[in-house]
């Protein structure tokens, strides 16, 4: 359930990204921009309409590969940003700045827990 919002919500910034890049595309195509002969030449009318069902096909692979990376990385890295914090030293950390392998604390080797709630389920720990 939680993989279709990262879905939908990578789908919503990709159509963005990709709309706003778009007309770029078209232009950089029209004057006949090269990055590997260093001028600018304009290309006439038909020879841009000529080239355009194949600059399209490579624009829609570009974006369809961006989607897929892009939500590939919202849907492994969610959950990345939960904060931790030592039983023993009170020490936060991130969830991927801990020791993957065990879930100890980098400073002391004590077990790490949730943060949120901590200090409910230890009221000692108070100042």
């Given at each position: ?7 939908k ?47 399209m ?22 959950g ?48």
């Amino acid at each position: 359930m939680e993989t279709m919002k990262y879905i939908k919500q990578s789908a919503k910034r990709v159509a963005i990204f990709s709309l706003l890049i778009l007309p770029f595309f078209l232009i950089c195509i029209k004057v006949g921009y090269n990055k590997w002969a260093g001028d600018i030449k304009p290309i006439p009318w038909e020879a841009f309409l000529a080239l355009l069902p194949k600059a399209m096909i490579i624009y829609t692979a570009n974006v369809i590969c961006f989607f897929i990376i892009y939500t590939m990385m919202l849907i492994f890295l969610k959950g990345s940003n939960d904060s931790y914090i030592c039983t023993k030293c009170e020490n936060v950390l991130k969830k991927w700045q801990m020791d993957k392998n065990s879930g100890k604390c980098t400073a002391c080797g004590s077990n790490m827990e949730p943060l949120e709630g901590f200090y409910e389920r230890h009221p000692e720990k108070r100042d």
